[in-house]
């Protein structure tokens, strides 16, 4: 292909918030639009060369990315703005998305469409060819479409728009020298005169000219299309009048003439028998009738029941009757082979790491360096490190690829379709169930997904609440404990069998807590109503392994395991110096311990226990590894050999079966660890839900395991 590429470096111009790094005058700013779901981050990667994430549902990309394409010795800035279904900014996605195509000054906007359903994707480009005639559509998955039997006339479409239409297959690169020559061809070359304009009926065209005629006289605007403007001012758009003043610094209804028009023009309309509140379904009914005229046009099936294998399959796994089962079972599976396949690979990395450590300890000596020196740097600092690589390394490694192959195949928007009625009756948003499924590799992750919900009430909702679900730096302590305590009587394969199935109850319940708080701060902190939004269930898709491995491993293991050795190194320094710190000949770490236990006593815990969590709060890997040390005494991060040597030290320490379930249940529901809270601190902007962030979940931990450890007491059960 004739394509090369590069990212972008610092930039220098300033188009709606984003900093675009233009060389010279014939550099060409394009923006990247289309529905989500239909390939439009694959054609910015292929085109680009960035890595960046292309998830299989909707709502993926919430934030502009940027990059270079170089085509024929030109230079192109490729824009990729949030995946919209339209443009009427009803949305954070679709405000985002209308005012970089208004005010960010691309010199041309790639549309993408999804060919296997190319008729609802026309909705998003007629209303991007209203505001400009520079457009270019992209029929993407063309492969898809072939599977399907469904043939898309791809020149005739083009004479019906007037602007040129390419077919693509991004996944294989097909297409995509054909895509860039448009580009550069509409970029280099005058506006065609025949772009397809929808005409609406005759008074809402009167009203629209009018206004349009004041706008034009009174403000000029630039380079913004005033039938466009007018169309939103009649709709009563106060968003686009904000933008207009953020972006353009002019305020409209400063404007008495352009305001006078406005309120004319609405009484004419109103006189004519369209309401106000009729006005926007009129103009959606138009553009709906239109895509489907279009469609009917250009898109013949050989198959009309192509997506048939598709709805027969979502009858099982969307029905309320096998919905629910069939998503445990396969979490259950994912748990299954992170449990199972982790073991061997986290103690090979242990061995090599605590042989690394050897060496490291070795040369200390040799340079006859101070015991405390080489005690914070090695026992401190490199075992903790050692523990969270070995720990958290391997179980990331294959719990990111297998979640990733559900999303890359379609199965997540099912899960946010099957859970969605149980989120409404919380009063909270349906997506939540998507930022809730990628707290299990990381809440910090998950946090960051909660921007694909556009409530703020419910956004919040989904932040506070995510840190129930356990990441994937608390699975080694939830596991560790339910072989010892509840599957470690039974011989493997027998016991990782029932240590999946426990840990996917374990998930139940923080799924259950998630929904019941909830409910509680949708009528406490954050009353409201749920919002609703259209879900789009994507074609199930074939996952492409190789890619998919890559990705998770480079975009999400690595990432978040950066974050916890970045956070886990100054928690290992400060272990240490607890652990060694001795006054009248008692650690710092026994004082704390002791001063805690009448506390932790009551919530099931003990006083080394509770003071091992809030230790771990830089890296919940850390928390089972402090408990260690506290009842050894070492002074150090220590390793036992194996599982029974570990039980048998809790047991001598006072572990009976209650203290390991109010261990599990503290880990599941507690505060989030120091990533996440640096994370919910950057998205929310707020200290103050920050704070609440921390003390919901803690408090909520506090009181269950205080119900659970005394009502057993009171039943003799222990």
């Keep these: 292909m004739g394509l090369t590429s590069e990212s972008t470096g610092t930039g220098v111009l300033n188009y709606c918030g984003l900093h675009i790094e233009k060389e010279s005058q014939e550099d060409k700013i394009i923006a990247l639009a289309g529905n989500p779901n239909v390939g439009k981050s694959t054609v910015f990667n292929s085109l680009t060369g960035l890595n960046q994430h292309t998830g299989n549902w909707p709502g993926k990309t919430v934030t502009s990315a940027q990059g270079i394409v170089r085509f024929k010795e030109k230079k192109y800035i490729l824009v990729d703005i949030p995946g919209t279904y339209s443009l009427m900014a009803n949305s954070a996605e679709e405000e985002v998305a209308r005012d970089f195509i208004c005010f960010g000054q691309p010199d041309a906007v790639v549309v993408v469409a999804d060919a296997t359903c190319l008729e609802r994707n026309l909705n998003l480009l007629l209303q991007t060819m209203e505001i400009t005639d ?13 599977k399907k039997k469904i043939n898309i006339n791809l020149d005739l479409l083009s004479s019906i728009l007037g602007i040129p239409v390419v077919g693509t297959s991004a996944r294989s690169g097909k297409g995509l020298d054909d895509l860039m020559a448009a580009v550069k061809a509409v970029t280099e070359s005058p506006t065609s005169s025949q772009v397809l304009h929808i005409t609406y009926n005759e008074e809402i065209e009167k009203a629209v000219a009018a206004v349009a005629e004041a706008t034009a006289s009174e403000w000029g605007g630039g380079a913004i299309n005033h039938r466009w403007l007018a169309l939103k001012l009649l709709d009563g758009d106060e968003g686009l009048i904000q933008s207009i003043k953020t972006n353009l610094d002019y305020d409209l209804m400063e404007n008495q003439q352009i305001t006078q028009k406005v309120a004319e023009s609405i009484d004419l309309l109103e006189q004519a028998g369209i309401q106000r509140d009729q006005f926007r379904d009129q103009i959606v009914t138009k553009i709906v009738k239109t895509c489907e005229e279009i469609g009917s046009k250009v898109i013949t099936f050989e198959k009309k029941e192509y997506a048939e294998r598709d709805r027969k399959i979502d009858k099982i796994l969307t029905s309320k009757l096998t919905g629910i089962p069939i998503m445990l079972l396969l979490l259950f599976g994912v748990f299954w082979l992170t449990i199972t396949g982790a073991n061997v690979p986290s103690q090979m990395l ?44 391997p179980p990331m490694a294959i719990f990111f690829p297998l979640f990733t192959l559900l999303e890359d195949s379609g199965y997540l928007p099912r899960i946010a379709f099957n859970l969605d009625h149980f989120f409404c009756k919380a ?5 939540q169930a998507l930022t809730m499924c990628m707290g299990f590799g990381c809440n910090a992750a998950g946090i960051i997904g909660c921007r694909i919900i556009d409530s703020p009430r419910e956004r919040l909702i989904a932040t506070i609440t995510n840190n129930f679900v356990p990441c994937n730096g608390r699975f080694p302590t939830l596991i560790a404990i339910i072989t010892m305590f509840f599957a470690g009587t039974l011989g493997s394969p027998k016991t990782s069998i029932l240590s999946a199935m426990m840990l996917t109850a374990v998930i139940v319940l923080g799924v259950i807590m998630t929904l019941l708080i909830s409910k509680l701060l949708s009528k406490t902190l954050l009353k409201g109503l749920p919002s609703s ?7 199930y898709r074939r996952p492409q392994i ?132 640096l994370t919910i601190k950057k998205e929310t902007q707020s200290l103050k839900w920050t704070l609440v962030s921390f003390a919901v979940p803690t408090i909520t931990g506090i009181i269950v395991c205080f119900t659970v450890a005394n009502s057993v007491r009171l039943l003799g059960l222990v």
């Design 134 to 146: 520079n457009v270019i559509l992209c029929v993407n998955l063309l492969d898809e479409a072939k």
């Design 350 to 393: 242990a061995t090599g790491l605590f042989w690394v450590e050897d060496q490291i300890s070795q040369l200390f000596y040799s340079l006859s360096a101070p015991a405390w020196l080489t005690g914070i740097l090695v026992d401190g600092v490199f075992r903790t490190l050692a523990w969270v690589i070995s720990v958290m390394l």
């Design 427 to 431: 009063c909270a948003h349906g997506k």
């Design 533 to 539: 939004f259209n879900l789009e269930l994507p074609p």
């Design 546 to 677: 190789g890619k998919v491995v890559v990705r998770s491993i480079f975009d999400r293991t690595l990432f978040v395991l950066y974050r916890a050795i970045v956070v886990a190194a100054p928690a290992g320094l400060i272990i240490w110096l607890l652990a060694n710190i001795q006054v009248d000949q008692i650690s710092l770490l026994t004082y704390c311990a002791e001063f805690l236990d009448p506390f932790a006593h009551l919530i099931g815990l003990d006083g080394y226990i509770l003071m091992a969590f809030i230790l771990g709060f830089p890296a919940n890997e850390i928390v089972v590894p402090i408990m260690i040390m506290s009842y050894m005494a070492t002074g150090s991060l220590t390793e036992l050999e194996s599982l029974s040597e570990l039980h048998t030290l809790f047991v001598n320490n006072g572990w009976t079966w209650l203290t390991a379930v109010c261990v599990m249940l503290f880990s599941l529901m507690h505060w989030p660890c120091g990533t996440t809270c």
